[in-house]
């Protein structure tokens, strides 16, 4: 049997050129778009061979993780609610903290991620990966939303028959497509955006409770 090397040193390496990678790609495809980006544009922007940039992957893959990158804070398809920053808001023991820390988390997500986005939809009506890509990352997105129902079912918010509406709903409500309308076509500034976003969600709360208690309903809706 042929013994296996590892070295902490080149894993090092490894991981700040992948990384490297990633970050000039969310750059440029941000910047530039997906179709006029090329390998050769991202080799230079991080510093590498091209040939490297190849064996990171192929151009709609690095589209893909410089967009999970984008969005929170690293790549993989473990969802929202196992990443430390969303683990310590939603373990606030004040509702109000927690829908405010949520709230505000999604908002920044969505405003680093916005030209990513329309990058991705241009990928994906041409590249059957990003295509697949895509309709992965609509579906963790939503199991995401589906397990930020449960956490308000779970604090006496929410009915539990009415959960897949709710995950329907806020799906709508924080998706980057409403980003996307209320900021990139309607020019609405970021901070206009996050105001009407806690504005929206508070007010489905507030249909969605209607029997929670009234401590709870007064802690997370003043």
């Given at each position: 049997m042929p013994r296996t090397y590892s070295s902490p040193t080149r894993d090092e390496?490894?991981?700040?050129?992948?990384?490297?990678?990633v970050r000039a790609s969310a750059k440029l495809f941000a910047r530039d778009g997906y179709g006029k980006t090329t390998m050769a544009d991202i080799a230079r922007e991080a510093g590498v061979s091209v040939q490297t940039v190849h064996l990171a992957g192929p151009k709609a893959a690095l589209l893909i993780a410089a967009f999970e990158v984008s969005f929170a804070g690293d790549e993989g398809r473990h969802g929202l609610s196992e990443r430390p920053a969303l683990v310590e808001i939603m373990a606030r023991p004040s509702l109000d903290d927690a829908l405010r820390?949520?709230?505000?988390y999604v908002a920044r997500a969505n405003d680093a991620t916005a030209s990513?986005?329309?990058?991705?939809?241009?990928?994906?009506?041409?590249?059957?990966?990003?295509a697949a890509a895509v309709a992965d990352l609509t579906m963790r997105r939503r199991a995401d939303l589906g397990r930020a129902a449960q956490w308000l079912t779970s604090r006496g918010l929410l009915a539990e028959g009415d959960r897949e509406q709710a995950t329907d709903e806020l799906n709508h409500l924080v998706g980057p497509e409403t980003y996307a309308f209320f900021v990139t076509v309607s020019g609405w500034s970021p901070e206009r955006y996050r105001a009407w976003l806690e504005d929206a969600v508070r007010a489905r709360l507030a249909r969605w409770n209607p029997g929670a208690s009234s401590a709870g309903q007064a802690s997370v809706l003043r």
């Open positions: 390496d490894a991981r700040r050129t992948r990384e490297a990678i820390g949520w709230l505000d990513l986005v329309r990058a991705m939809t241009v990928a994906a009506e041409t590249d059957e990966f990003a």
